[in-house]
């Protein structure tokens, strides 16, 4: 391959990688913090699409696509509350739950969703940072989606939260140790509940970066199981919100090979490269999950601990 047409390819990468990795880094983002109190949300990718959804609907009926945005961290929010409710109750299997959750999520958006696959929602404007250079594919690799921007920014806020301030710590101590948390006088239940929320939330706006900028559109196959990969990828990256993004971008890069051989004119195989990210999830959960080192930097209280 020639020297132009390996840069071509290296520098789509990059471009697809930020583009792919947000929503995986949203709802990696989101899974951390809930996992960090204790619960495992397996119903993310429900909320994915469902979020995706709505922040189409809330775009096109408002012509606002913030609004869409809000719009979707609202309906993560309310999958996330009823999650964080019902796994509360004596005998709910968080892992069971999530998972009914995420079918619930799906077939709603799915029935709800038939009216927007046609119509043309106003969607999120980009970040020009390569503006300043005279190669397109440099300027591309450049336009940077804010979402993706705020994500980066969130990680590292995570980061220092959790090992700073009150809050972050005392999240960790209930999804460390049920007994200490609760003779420290922590609401563990309500903290639990706020905390899926939250992570709820953060997975719908992953949703609407899906639906308002990359690809842009609402449809029914529009998430492809990227909330279940986003779940492991939250094990891969230990439970840390920095690790989360590299995790994500990693990921990103994967999507991001079939279209960027493509932009050169490499088309063969095509379908077998936009297989990259599913078979780079079972390889990552082969090498990392032994027995050894499966639960390393788990929180304690996880179902998958007990």
């Given at each position: ?42 119903g993310?990718?429900?909320?994915l ?34 999650h ?53 594919a440099?300027?591309?690799a ?55 929320v ?10 609407a ?10 449809n ?9 990969m ?49 078979a ?26 007990r």
């Amino acid at each position: 391959m020639h020297v132009d047409a390996i840069t071509a390819v290296l520098l789509a990468m990059l471009g697809g990688a930020i583009r792919v990795s947000t929503p995986f880094l949203f709802v990696s983002l989101g899974e951390t913090i809930t996992e960090k109190a204790g619960r495992i949300n397996l119903g993310l990718e429900g909320t994915l699409v469902m979020g995706a959804m709505s922040a189409y609907a809330a775009s096109l009926h408002s012509s606002q696509p913030w609004l869409g945005v809000l719009a979707a961290a609202g309906a993560g929010a309310v999958f996330g509350l009823l999650h964080g409710l019902l796994a509360s109750l004596r005998r709910v299997n968080d892992i069971a739950l999530g998972i009914a959750l995420m079918l619930l999520g799906t077939g709603l958006a799915f029935y709800w969703g038939k009216a927007y696959i046609q119509p043309q929602a106003p969607t999120l404007t980009a970040f020009h940072f390569g503006a300043w250079s005279d190669s397109p594919a440099l300027r591309s690799a450049l336009d940077i989606n804010p979402l993706f921007v705020a994500g980066l920014v969130l990680a590292f806020a995570l980061h220092w939260a959790f090992a700073n301030t009150r809050l972050g710590l005392t999240l960790r101590l209930v999804g460390d140790s049920e007994a200490a948390a609760r003779a420290a006088g922590a609401a563990v239940i309500p903290i639990r509940i706020a905390a899926t929320v939250f992570g709820g939330a953060l997975a719908g706006v992953g949703g609407a970066f899906l639906s308002l900028f990359y690809p842009g559109s609402w449809n029914e196959g529009l998430s492809n199981g990227q909330g279940i990969m986003a779940v492991a990828l939250v094990i891969f990256a230990r439970w840390q919100p920095r690790r989360c993004v590299l995790a994500a971008l990693m990921f990103g890069a994967a999507g991001a090979i079939g279209p960027a051989l493509q932009s050169v004119g490499i088309s063969s195989g095509y379908y077998l490269f936009n297989a990259a990210p599913y078979a780079l999830t079972l390889l990552l959960m082969t090498l990392t999950c032994s027995r050894d080192t499966s639960l390393k930097g788990a929180p304690g209280e996880l179902s998958l601990n007990r």
